[in-house]
């Protein structure tokens, strides 16, 4: 109840301080994943501006509620019931690629297949490897996304950010403390803004090539035909999830609408009307029959929203 009212007090709050940005209630959150599962967000903001999202980072804090930064939902898993919270979500100029002293800057809502797009445009080489990864750039810093190779540590400078308390900071790379699947905002402390890139310039018909000779390795082994999050499973030391699962004979196993893909067993799939209940119940079976035949602790890399 405590929760509720102050949800209200924060939305009535960023009406008056800002009376143009988005605002949604009771928000699918469905809508937002690439899992297509996820009940209503209590209440959810859409930045276009940073004065905005400083406006709304602020607000939030004075009225003590945490804000939860939604990139592309494509490592992410919410409940059925869904978010009794505030969910920000960047869009406008922080979705808009540009170049400043001859280096590719953009906005963390740019979706990973445009930015390497834009990359391929200006014959700048490096980021082929993210044009498969279905997610914004926000989330790709977070996770220090990566395939093939290729990892947004090898390529980026620096990130602007907004603390939580809205402050401006503009973190090098050096900085970042990236690692697998990890960097500094993995904690949730910033709101990230925009990406500076350091890219060689490379030949345009190589970086094309290269984008799509990845796209074909994607598609012959990844179900990209059903919703998911991609691997769900971080990969163990010494070991690849999808190996496990598949050699403990896991392929296929089924909760409801969601599936153990049979394609690749690193993916759980909705295969049509999965609910995340479904989801994790599947991904307790996966677990604990990975544990009982193989001894290895499966750790979930997609991220569940509670
Ligand atoms: C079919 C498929 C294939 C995939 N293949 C790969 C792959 O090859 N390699 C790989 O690494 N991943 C892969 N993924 C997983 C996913 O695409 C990546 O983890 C991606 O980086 C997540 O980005 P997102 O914008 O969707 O983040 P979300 O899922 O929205 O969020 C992920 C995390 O990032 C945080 N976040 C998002 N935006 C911001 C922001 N602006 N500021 C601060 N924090 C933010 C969120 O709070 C959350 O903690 C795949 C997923 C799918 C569905």
């Known amino acids: 109840m405590e929760r509720q009212r102050q949800l209200e007090q924060l939305r009535d709050a960023l009406r008056s301080a800002c009376p143009d940005m988005e605002l949604r209630e009771g928000e699918p959150m469905a ?7 996820g009940g209503p967000a209590a209440l959810m903001a859409l930045p276009r501006t940073v004065g905005e999202a400083r406006t709304a980072l602020k607000t939030a804090r004075e009225l003590e509620v945490d804000p939860f930064f939604l990139g592309n939902g494509s490592n992410l898993l919410v409940p059925d019931e869904g978010y009794k919270g505030f969910v920000l979500k960047l869009t406008g100029e922080m979705n808009q690629t540009r170049e400043v002293n001859r280096r590719l800057e953009a906005g963390s809502a740019v979706l990973l297949s445009r930015l390497a797009r834009a990359a391929l445009g200006r014959g700048l080489a490096g980021l082929e490897f993210a044009h498969g990864i279905p997610g914004s750039l926000g989330g790709a810093i ?7 190779g290729g990892e947004m540590a090898q390529v980026v400078t620096a990130v602007t950010c907004l603390t939580r308390a809205g402050e401006l900071e503009t973190v090098p790379a050096d900085r970042c403390a990236f690692s697998y699947r990890h960097s500094a905002f993995s904690d949730g402390s910033r709101l990230i803004l925009r990406v500076e890139f350091s890219l060689p310039l490379g030949d345009p ?28 499973f971080k990969r163990p030391p010494g ?9 403990c004979g896991l392929k296929g196993l089924t909760v409801g609408g969601a599936q153990v893909s049979e394609k690749h067993a690193g993916f759980v799939i909705n295969r049509g009307g999965a609910t995340c209940a479904d989801i994790l119940s599947l991904v307790d079976k996966v677990r604990e029959e990975v544990l009982r035949q193989t001894g290895v602790e499966l750790e979930m890399e997609v991220r569940i929203l509670r």
């Open 31 to 37: 809508n937002h994943t690439t899992f297509r599962v």
């Open 142 to 148: 977070t996770m220090n996304a990566g395939a093939y």
């Open 205 to 232: 018909e190589e970086i094309r090539a290269k984008i799509e000779d990845l796209a074909r390795q994607r598609k012959a082994k990844q179900p990209l035909e059903y919703p998911s999050a991609g691997s769900m």
């Open 239 to 247: 070991h690849f999830a999808a190996a496990l699962i598949d050699q």
